[in-house]
């Protein structure tokens, strides 16, 4: 058994697909179905079901996935000591990230990443292609990815653990006119009957405001659901709604108007989440100490 063997099983595993696997690893789909035909034979037993529409671990396949993953994370760890000795970070790192990390410059801190780790391929996985921070969740605790910018109110749930980074008040953003334009602040029953512009459930944001209204027993309307902060405030400055956005979303003197909402917990916490049964490689340390360096 050789650990490419196990690489491309638990890739195929945790993307429940040949051509995702094959995409993550950089080969051709053919490489990866005959290294896994491979596998099978020598363990003799089938460890994938392939169906039309998705790949499903077998018994036997359920069985080997947390052994594969702990031999592939002790030849990480072998390379990882060896690398250190050496004086240098190697590797892939997958981070997960939101579409919008308010204040966090998050080009910027890669940028510093790189020149201080120029041997580490960083791949980047989106919010918007996962489901959000719980997707990016999933992810994480599946071992596609090593650590996840989330921002998901409360605890953690079990096997993850994160550090909270910033945490940005949500203002309400109306247009000029509208009837709330002139006050200096908002209370949140005055917001009864607007329609809102907001992200899909699962969003951090959207679990905020969400979470606000059933704490105060008010219902609340979304007309239009979006993925980019950004796009929340041209929404509203096309009169479709109102928004809770995060503050300086609407730049002063712009010709949008940003209210503070009094008497409600509207925070919107952005957090760096890692796994917590399973030590991170030496690139993802190396990120940690620099977010906990500039941002921390």
Known sequence: MELRQLECFVAVAEESSFTRAAARLHVVQSAVSATIASLERELNSRLLERTSRRVELSDAGRVLLPKARAVLDAARDARDAVDDANGGVRGTLRIGTMSSLGQIDLPSLLGRFHREHPAVFVHLATAASCGGSPGLVEALTEG?????????????????????????????????????????????????????????????????????????????????????????????????GVALLPRGSAEPGSDLVSLPVTGADLDWPISLATRSDRTPSAAARAFQCLVGKHLW
């Not at 996840?148 to 749930?157: D, E, H, L, Q, R």
């Not at 002139?182 to 607007?194: M, N, T």
């Open 144 to 240: 596609r990815l090593d650590l996840a910018f989330v921002s998901i109110p409360g605890p953690p749930p079990v096997g993850v653990r994160w550090e909270d980074i910033t945490r940005t008040p949500l203002d309400l953003v109306v247009p000029p006119g509208h009837r709330l334009a002139d006050q200096s602040r908002v209370a949140l029953g005055e917001l009864a009957g607007e329609g809102f512009i907001d992200f899909p459930v699962g969003y951090g944001n959207r679990a905020v405001t969400d979470r606000v209204f059933a704490a105060a027993g008010l219902s609340r309307h979304v007309v239009v659901e979006i993925t980019a902060i950004g796009d929340g405030a041209d929404f509203v400055r096309h009169g479709l």
